[in-house]
């Protein structure tokens, strides 16, 4: 078959090991705790080589097995520094600068995400940061934070998000985005928000079946089993179209900035609506700081601001999958 | 995980496109009555002459055999050439009571039918809900009495599509009178020219007579008409309606993109507009229904409730498609024009086959494991 869309049994194995790896570095009970994510467990694990070529030290797999990785780092709310850093690799490596790139991958420079802000810009995650990766609008680069001390300024949820401001002015852009990457960060940070999506969607379905009121789990209540297909619906569209758009990045496939802009248009409203229903379906305790899905809901808009999604209508429609082979022989008479 | 597609696959394709460019009518399909069968069945017939009926059938049953890349190909090219809507009446026949033959019928049944569906000489329908009997189907009350070989069959069916053009009726009904529910139901093909039969078509809100009531008065059908055996009519019916859920939709749910490519084609929305807005939602929503169709074929792992699952985003997704048609019409949104018809009949989209709150129910109870309520 030359169409298949199960996983490989080398997905399925680098999924596995990731999810081990996440569960021992990245547990989500950690952000009960304030603190900012090192990027080292990720940088170890070889997250940010995934689809690095074997000569660049890569493990041979290519960006649909990345994009799966970055579903993952959504599950367990990763540090949006792991999307910054994956891009920084990118950008570095462009910019013939092998021995940044190399130790951004290996975890050595830790790279956090800039935004737009006044007429500086935002941090998140910033303690710690030698680089940051600015998203302004279609456009990314790469600034090297040197010397400046961003100054914190006090984040969503009184506290919620580690956000900073850097001063205009200060840093030094170092290099430059293309389109290709502009594409690869529209992939990785829908597949966070797909993550994001399929854990609060998850969260809930738990709760509903432990959740007794009137005798019975809320779950078995048709106004909260109707909340949860609803999420289930979202995390489905999402999750298919997130293949669809993997495989046509992976491949250079022309309709590739089609599904790539498709993917990102859903992605933010897949992830805000699972996090919003997760909320009422939990009833009290979803609305208190003690619940984890709040950080959910946070960590989606966080992720929403990185960059601006390419204009849909612009593009041409995709086609259905053709072959990327030029034709050698002609097609028989029927 | 990949979608290449051969080369053979672009031959298949080539010869696809150019025989519908060749072949697909002209005029627009009839809405209802006897125009709309001889319609149906004449494009069937072409399709049948030129080679492409029964595609997904398999050979022995004189169906193609082709693989899903085949089929996607087919379809997409189908849908682009405008080709007549997949859902008309030739519908029930090709996609789910031939396939319920070739899965449970009897040789006989085989040897008769298959040939004239493929071959666009009848039309079929589907007698499954009642008055008392919609979303809960299992407590249908039409009644099959087994007298020697023949079921003697007393009660009503209602909402039959094309139930006044049918040539045979996949009628569920009742025939051990001591079972209730899923028990005791068997699954028959109905003869609709058979004494005893009265139809009564039923006009929709979009003004056309698509469905009809169907009365029961003795109606004396041969025991060798029960597919799938005696009494054992659900299980029949649940492959029935695995085939209506699944890949018998592929059509249908790819010619949303079409309708949304055309409708952006019409607009013609100033960027930035709340229309652009609107339409580029559509268009990524209607290119995740794509993708989540190319998953149902393409992964190993899809099950008919996988198939709630889409029918549900194909439901509502054909209906906010609808609706934006409807609103940049101006004026002529009060006039009966395709896209206001279009408008109408996609109400039925969220109630036919399964209303979309069964298909929530389904989704919660069976996809993601909440208690049975
Ligand atoms: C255009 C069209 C074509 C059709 N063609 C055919 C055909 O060819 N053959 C055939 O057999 N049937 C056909 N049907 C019938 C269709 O299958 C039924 O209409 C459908 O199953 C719903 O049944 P009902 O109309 O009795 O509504 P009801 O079951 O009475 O439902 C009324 C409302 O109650 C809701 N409801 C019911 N039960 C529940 C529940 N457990 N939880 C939550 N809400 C619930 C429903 O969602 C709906 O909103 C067709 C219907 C339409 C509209």
Redesign the interface.
Known sequence: ????????DD?RQILDAATAMLAAHYPVARLREPRTDSMAALAEFGGFLLAASEEDGGAGFTL?EEALLHVRLGHHLVSPRAVAGALACRLAARQAEPALAERIAAGAAEVCPALPHGDGHLLIDAEGAALALAFEGRRLSLIELGGTAPEPVAGLGHGGIATSRLAPGRGRRIAEGDDRACLTADLLVSAQLLGIAEAA?DLA?DY??TRRQFG??I????A???H???M??QA???S??L??A???AR?GRDDAA??V???R??APRAALFNTRTAIQVHGGIGFSAEADIHHYLKQAHVLIRLGEPA???DLP?????????P???P??S? | MRLDITEDDECFRRAARDWLADNVPAAPAPYDGQPARDYALDWLATCHAGGWSGLGWPREYGGQGAPGEKLILWYEEYVRARAPSVLDCTFVAVNHAGPTLIALGSDAQKAFHLPRILEGRSVWCQGFSEPGAGSDLASLAATGRVEGDEIVVNGQKIWTSFADIADYQELLIRTDPDQDRHRGLSWVICDMTAPGITVRPIRNMAGVTHFAEVFYDDVRIPLSNVVGGLHDGWRTAMTTLGFERRTAAMGVQLALSIKVEDLIARAEPAPGSATAERLADLRAEAAALRAMTYRTVFRDSATSSDGSLMRLVFAELAQRIAQASMDILGAEALTDTPPTHDYLEAYSETIAGGTAEIQRNIIAERILGLPRS
């Open positions: 078959m030359t169409c298949d869309l199960n996983r490989t997905q649909v969607r379905v509903a079946q019975k789990p779950g078995a209540f048709q909260i089993k109707h949860c297909a609803n289930g619906l489905e569209m999402l298919a179209q293949d669809m993997a495989i046509a491949d089609f599904q802009a498709a993917l248009r859903l204009p849909l209508l429609a995709a086609l259905a999958p053709r072959t990327n082979r034709r050698r022989t097609c028989a029927p």
